[in-house]
């Protein structure tokens, strides 16, 4: 079982930066592939963006490609989401989420097993 807490949301103006975390408790986290989704009011959770289990490739959704860069931190089971240029249509709840898959970034939630509780991030025009 692997346990999730993201933290780092809030509320930033449009152009602005956020950095979210995510820390994993288990001593396992290397062998997973990492990713963060997001669901606004009304609509469907959301891909944002993907790393495999080295950090060597990541992958990243059109809607924030060029803004956000994801990374990982093996040794501190940790995982972030660096959020740039902020806009409003950015503003949902944001959740990190473990795979066991591993030869490709998978890009739906269905292949995520593990799941965050969510973190809030708000962007004012």
């Known amino acids: 079982q692997v346990q999730l807490v993201e933290s780092g949301g809030g509320l930033v103006q449009a152009g602005g930066s956020l950095r979210l975390s995510c820390a994993a408790s288990t001593s396992t986290f290397s062998t997973y592939t990492m990713g963060w989704f997001r669901q606004a009011p009304g609509k469907e959770r959301e891909f944002v963006a993907g790393?495999?289990?080295?950090?060597?490739?990541?992958y990243y959704a059109d809607s924030v490609k060029g803004r956000f860069t994801i990374s990982r931190d093996n040794a501190k089971n940790t995982v972030y989401l660096q959020m740039n240029s902020l806009k409003p249509e950015d503003t949902a709840v944001y959740y990190c989420?473990?795979?066991?898959?591993?030869?490709?970034?998978?890009?739906?939630?269905?292949?995520?097993?593990?799941w965050g509780q969510g973190t809030q991030v708000t962007v004012s025009s």
């Open positions: 989420a473990a795979s066991v898959r591993h030869t490709l970034v998978p890009v739906t939630s269905r292949s995520y097993a593990y």
């Open positions: 790393i495999r289990r080295s950090g060597g490739s990541t």
